[in-house]
């Protein structure tokens, strides 16, 4: 299904992501009105709403899948969306705090087509915005949150600890020769699917949704974002430049051990000793170097083995998906939105 294609009684991906990028605007900002002026001036940059001066400014935000899944998960289990909107608003925060310090561990300097908050603040000031944007999740989780405030803190907070293992084991396979994808897709677990699957517990439980409901959903948004990570490794090294607002080959150039990587460097093959090669290298990759090292990957294996295994975790969390009992509209939206990340180009 792309993105323009509608389910009967179900609003187009499309339309869903622009809905839950309005809804979760709405008490987005409000909410980093409170935070400190040094704080405020990095976050609105990063959100897009403002440019390195604080003008306002008209430019592309995130995708807002994550809110798109807790307010979708309210309605999946019988209640309005916006029962799940503090906990949305709480998800994206704290996705945003990730980005924040993930751009400053991997040196990237471009995301969404702009210099990224480091490149333009600073290190050390990028930093500090993203561990504001962290505070404040909790602060709007706790604030107005739903009934079971506690446990959605206790959820919320179980998820930031294993994006933190998770984001801790990606730059410790940097040091490492010998990472197996076991290990990579145990990384990407907790790195990405942590939060998906937190974003899908909040908001089935602000939505009074029975255990066994957000069960199925969390599950469902956890091997959704171990999809997700596989197709983002894949556009990081064959997206568009033009369309992902990365550099080309931008995990090749610093040798990240992304799964493609992962899986062409323990494949055995030919290609894959070469790539090893190039990746236990010093010297800076060149062009040429970026260009060779992209067609090792796939002649290991590596991008039709991340292909496949996205494909796999997408039915399984199909799978999940029907055994939640949802409601069909939501149902039919959650679904279409699973088939888009893992057929997306950015």
Known sequence: MTATEVTPHARSTREVLAWSRDMVETALRPAAETL??????????????????????????????????????????GAAAGTALRPAVAVELAHDFSLLHDDVMDGDRTRRHRPTAWAVFGVSPAILAGDALLTLAFDVLATGGPPAAAEATRIFSAAIQELLDGQSADLAFEGRDDVDPAECLAMAAGKTGALLGCSCALGALSGGGSPEQIEHLTAFGRDLGLAFQLVDDLLGIWGDPEVTGKPIHSDLRSRKKSLPVVAALASGTGAGHELAG???????????????????VEAAGGRAWSQAKADEMLARAMRHLRSADPRPRP?????????LVTRRDR
Do not use: Q
């Open 36 to 77: 400190p002026a040094s704080m405020r001036r990095i976050a609105g940059y990063h959100f897009g709403w403002w440019d390195e001066h604080g003008r306002p400014i008209t430019t592309a935000g995130g995708k807002a899948i994550r809110p798109a899944l807790a307010l979708l998960s309210a309605e999946a289990v």
């Open 278 to 296: 190039l990746y236990r290298g010093e010297r800076p990759l060149t062009d040429a170097d970026l260009a060779r090292a992209a067609e090792l």
């Open 331 to 339: 149902a039919a939206e959650l679904g279409a939105l699973a088939r």
